[in-house]
Every structure is written in C-alpha cells, then in structure tokens.
C-alpha cells in the first residue's frame, strides 16, 4: 500500500485493526470520529517513545507495537503533524503500508476549533469558501447570479446548511408522496425492480447508521423508486450507455443504480445547492469509494517538492496510484472545466430543473448540453420543475428549439399511455404505443437530440413542441414498455419489512 494520505475518517477500511499513531489532539479526534463507525474497531496508540493508556486504549510504544504488527490484520493510521519523521522511523522498522490522516482545514476555521470531522462536513468539503473563492474570480456579478436559487429560496428549502447532519431532511425530497403512483405509471414492480429496491434502501441504511448515528433509519421509499423509475427510463432509452451527464442530481439516488453498470466510464454530475450538493458528495464517496473524484477543490496533487535525495521521497514513491476515476462532481463554478474538457455523453439527464433555472442559467446548460452530447446522443428531462407565469412549458419548448434541439419525445404528465389518446400525436408507427394501455405518466417526460443525430432534421421543427409528441425511435419502447410477467404494487409496508429482514 505504501503511504497513502487521507482527510475522512470514512476513508479508513473497515474488516482490520486499526492503530492509531499519535495520542495527541489529532489521534483523540480520529479516534472520536472512528467510534461512530461500528465495523470499524480501534485497538491501540502507538507512541514513538512511550507506552501507558490514552483514551481508554492501550499506548505501545514503538519498538512494543513492531514485535506485534501484522500487516493482514492491523490497519496503521499516523495522526500526527510530525507524520514524517514517523513515516521514516517506520520505513526504518521494515513498516512500508499505513495511512497518514490529515484534515484539512478550510479557511475560516482554526485548527483548535474542535469541530467535529463528520458532522461538519459542509466545513470539511469547504464547498462556500471555495464557491466565495470562485466568486472573486468572475468577471462579472450576473455569472453567479445566474445560478441563484429563486424558487428554493422562496420556498423555504434548505439551500445553505452549517453541519452535516442537517442533510437528514433532505433524505426523502422533491418525489413526495409518488411510491403508489410511479410504481402504476410501471404497472407494478417485476421481482428484478424489487430486488434492486430493496438493495438501494439497504444502502442508504447503512449509509445513515455512518453518517447520522443515534438516529433511526429513514426509509426513503419515494425518491430512491423514483430514481430506478429514471434508472430504467435511461437503460431503455440508450441500452449500452457508458457515458452520462447528471443535472440536478437532488439526493444523489441515481447513483446508487448506476455504481454496479458494467462499463461505464464517466458518470459527471453538478448541482447548485450547497446542501444537496453535500449529500450527493457522501453518497458517492460512500458507493464509488476512489472511483469518485471531488471538484470542489483544485487538484493539488504533484506540485509538491522537496529535494530529490531525500529520504522521505522513497517512501511517498511507494504510494500505488489512485483506480482510474469515472465519477466526478462539478460545482457551477467548475462547468468552465466540463465544458473544456474531452467528455462526451452518451445521455444528459436532467431532473426536475429546467423551468426552475434562471433563463440565462438555462441557455447556458442547453448549450453545455449541446456541446457535450455524443453525436447520436440523447437529452432526457424526467419532470420538466416547477412551472410559474413567467416561466411555463411554452417558454421551455421555445428555449429548447432556439437552442437546437429537436424533439423524440414529449409528454407533459398524467398522460394516458393508451394509444387512441395518443394517435393523433405519432410521427410514425409506434408500434410499441398500444391500445388499452391505462397507465399514466406521472411526470413529464422530454426526449431531445442536437444536430447530428440521425433523427434531428426529421423532427426540428417548432410545431413538433407541443405537450404531447412520439415519433419512432430506438428508445421509445423504455417509455411504453408492458408490465413483466409477475409485476404487481407493493405496499410500502412490504417493502419495509423486506428491508427490515436484511438489516
């Protein structure tokens, strides 16, 4: 393993003996942080010169703690500022494997501020040091206010948070009261929707008892089927997707579909709210783990120097790189940088936001959207927000067609799937839109391609933006799709207790 640093207490692994290097302040808030990890166990300090007991635990000194180290049970942690000459006394010792445990600091706050490494993550991130940072940088005012939350704001949501823990209301937001209806709008969930239902809400069950310990368990049955609901929607509409751009990823739940897709190779997503995009950053860290790269800060990693005979450079060269990264998280002061770079998208998701940004934060993302989309790639909406008198779908159609695209695909929401509701509204056959079908969609739904595709010339046309619009395509049967055979509704008390017998 070498030497590897690490800022989080959850970045520790679990299944190991951990021993903390350093009884000072550094080792007793590693130690505080790690007590609220059940798999993880602690079972000693280790001092460079001096044994005794320090926090209830055992302290050996070093030459004690080398006679009983095993490197497949015991997980070595150096908390302390001194970690280098401790890394070379180590390396001395025969001791190449440990981690080296640094906080970081964010610019407002001392190092004696006590606060605690979990709980205040939003501190630990340092998501609005670094958002004010990237203010003082802009050109002009009116870029940031473009990515203000009006509609948030004014409704009271919780768009600022100061600990972490206050992301425990956010657990089951923005699909209120929609298990019933989504699982209708599928016509009921095959024993594959359920199995997959039920192991995401195991996830985030034991995401909780990490992050929100003492607390009971949420059981966020709306968004987490709202998110297979998208989940099947994207895998049906482009099968074989290795590429997608996330917009407004609310909760972060799609992730947790999208974490065991073989072969995916860039999952981006970006949000504008501070205290979702929090949550979204422990979602991912916690399912992505290294895949998972941060870009709230600048990657700093490899502007160090010392000199090239030091000693502490052998050591720092052991230090394996990082797994490949295929999920990154942008800020909305870092989409220079997504636009910039050379990803391109398979899909671009967008959940529930396009009517509520601020018109010139629109243009903005459909343009992003139009330079980042694979050349048969498609632009999904799934629920188009909050419509006002100013901001309603035919000011959205008439931004969308001003920003070229052309639509699949368009139903407003509670549609009828039955295809004598939609015969007049079909360009082409549309075989997979049958009669008698009684399902509704329970949001809007928005399919859209750029130029390029193989589809735009036939259907860029301003009349074709309408609240109801299907023409033949691939992917159109992911939104027509009949029920599997053995689909049916489940309760939410039935899928509680399928989850309670897995905890």
Request: hydrophobic residues 40%.
């Given at each position: 393993?070498?030497?590897?640093?690490?800022?989080?207490?959850?970045?520790?692994?679990?299944?190991?003996?951990?021993?903390?290097?350093?009884?000072?302040?550094?080792?007793?808030?590693?130690?505080?942080?790690?007590?609220?990890?059940?798999?993880?166990?602690?079972?000693?300090?280790?001092?460079?010169?001096?044994?005794?007991?320090?926090?209830?635990?055992?302290?050996?000194?070093?030459?004690?703690?080398?006679?009983?180290?095993?490197?497949?049970?015991?997980?070595?942690?150096?908390?302390?500022?001194?970690?280098?000459?401790?890394?070379?006394?180590?390396?001395?010792?025969?001791?190449?494997?440990?981690?080296?445990?640094?906080?970081?600091?964010?610019?407002?706050?001392?190092?004696?501020?006590?606060?605690?490494?979990?709980?205040?993550?939003?501190?630990?991130?340092?998501?609005?040091?670094?958002?004010?940072?990237?203010?003082?940088?802009?050109?002009?005012?009116?870029?940031?206010?473009?990515?203000?939350?009006?509609?948030?704001?004014?409704?009271?949501?919780?768009?600022?948070?100061?600990?972490?823990?206050?992301?425990?209301?956010?657990?089951?937001?923005?699909?209120?009261?929609?298990?019933?209806?989504?699982?209708?709008?599928?016509?009921?969930?095959?024993?594959a929707d359920l199995g997959a239902l039920v192991e995401a809400c195991l996830e985030l069950a034991r995401f909780q008892r990490r992050h929100y310990p003492g607390r009971s368990l949420l059981l966020p049955l709306d968004t987490v089927l709202a998110m297979l609901v998208v989940y099947k929607k994207l895998d049906g509409l482009a099968p074989g997707f290795?590429?997608?751009?996330?917009?407004?990823?609310?909760?972060?739940?799609?992730?947790?579909?999208?974490?065991?897709?073989?072969?995916?190779?860039?999952?981006?997503?970006?949000?504008?709210?501070?205290?979702?995009?929090?949550?979204?950053?422990?979602?991912?860290?916690?399912?992505?783990?290294?895949?998972?790269?941060?870009?709230?800060?600048?990657?700093?990693?490899?502007?160090?120097?010392?000199?090239?005979?030091?000693?502490?450079?052998?050591?720092?060269?052991?230090?394996?790189?990082?797994?490949?990264?295929?999920?990154?998280?942008?800020?909305?002061?870092?989409?220079?940088?997504?636009?910039?770079?050379?990803?391109?998208?398979?899909?671009?998701?967008?959940?529930?936001?396009?009517?509520?940004?601020?018109?010139?934060?629109?243009?903005?993302?459909?343009?992003?959207?139009?330079?980042?989309?694979?050349?048969?790639?498609?632009?999904?909406?799934?629920?188009?927000?909050?419509?006002?008198?100013?901001?309603?779908?035919?000011?959205?159609?008439?931004?969308?067609?001003?920003?070229?695209?052309?639509?699949?695909?368009?139903?407003?929401?509670?549609?009828?799937?039955?295809?004598?509701?939609?015969?007049?509204?079909?360009?082409?056959?549309?075989?997979?839109?049958?009669?008698?079908?009684?399902?509704?969609?329970?949001?809007?739904?928005?399919?859209?391609?750029?130029?390029?595709?193989?589809?735009?010339?036939?259907?860029?046309?301003?009349?074709?933006?309408?609240?109801?619009?299907?023409?033949?395509?691939?992917?159109?049967?992911?939104?027509?799709?009949?029920?599997?055979?053995?689909?049916?509704?489940?309760?939410?008390?039935?899928?509680?207790?399928?989850?309670?017998?897995?905890?």
């Open positions: 393993m070498g030497m590897k640093f690490i800022h989080d207490a959850s970045q520790v692994p679990e299944g190991r003996r951990v021993c903390i290097y350093g009884r000072g302040r550094r080792g007793a808030e590693l130690l505080e942080a790690l007590g609220q990890r059940p798999g993880v166990r602690v079972g000693c300090f280790v001092d460079s010169f001096s044994s005794g007991r320090f926090m209830g635990l055992e302290v050996l000194c070093l030459k004690d703690f080398i006679a009983k180290y095993d490197p497949e049970k015991d997980c070595l942690v150096i908390a302390s500022a001194f970690y280098p000459e401790i890394a070379m006394g180590l390396g001395k010792a025969g001791i190449a494997g440990f981690l080296v445990y640094e906080r970081l600091p964010v610019l407002d706050e001392s190092r004696s501020s006590g606060s605690h490494i979990l709980h205040n993550r939003s501190s630990l991130l340092g998501y609005r040091d670094m958002e004010s940072m990237a203010r003082r940088g802009l050109a002009d005012w009116r870029i940031a206010r473009r990515h203000n939350l009006d509609h948030y704001e004014r409704y009271g949501f919780p768009v600022r948070i100061t600990t972490f823990l206050e992301t425990r209301q956010l657990l089951d937001t923005m699909q209120e009261s929609r298990f019933e209806r989504l699982q209708e709008e599928l016509g009921g969930l095959s024993e290795k590429s997608i751009l996330e917009v407004g990823p609310g909760c972060g739940y799609l992730a947790l579909f999208l974490r065991n897709r073989p072969g995916l190779e860039n999952y981006s997503l970006t949000e504008s709210c501070e205290s979702f995009y929090i949550l979204q950053d422990a979602v991912n860290r916690q399912l992505f783990k290294e895949r998972f790269q941060q870009l709230v800060h600048d990657q700093a990693e490899g502007e160090w120097f010392i000199r090239p005979d030091d000693p502490l450079r052998f050591w720092l060269s052991l230090a394996p790189s990082d797994a490949p990264k295929t999920v990154f998280h942008y800020p909305w002061w870092k989409l220079g940088a997504l636009a910039a770079s050379n990803a391109r998208f398979d899909l671009v998701n967008s959940n529930a936001n396009l009517l509520e940004f601020n018109p010139e934060a629109l243009r903005d993302y459909l343009a992003l959207f139009r330079m980042k989309l694979n050349k048969n790639g498609l632009f999904f909406a799934h629920c188009y927000g909050f419509e006002s008198p100013e901001k309603d779908r035919q000011y959205l159609y008439e931004e969308l067609y001003r920003a070229g695209f052309a639509p699949l695909f368009i139903c407003h929401g509670a549609h009828i799937k039955d295809r004598d509701f939609w015969q007049d509204h079909l360009a082409g056959e549309c075989a997979c839109v049958s009669r008698g079908d009684r399902r509704r969609f329970v949001v809007g739904n928005g399919v859209f391609v750029t130029r390029g595709h193989e589809l735009f010339e036939a259907n860029f046309r301003r009349e074709n933006f309408r609240d109801m619009y299907a023409t033949d395509f691939k992917g159109l049967p992911a939104l027509f799709e009949p029920p599997a055979p053995g689909a049916r509704t489940w309760s939410r008390q039935e899928v509680a207790a399928l989850v309670r017998e897995r905890l």
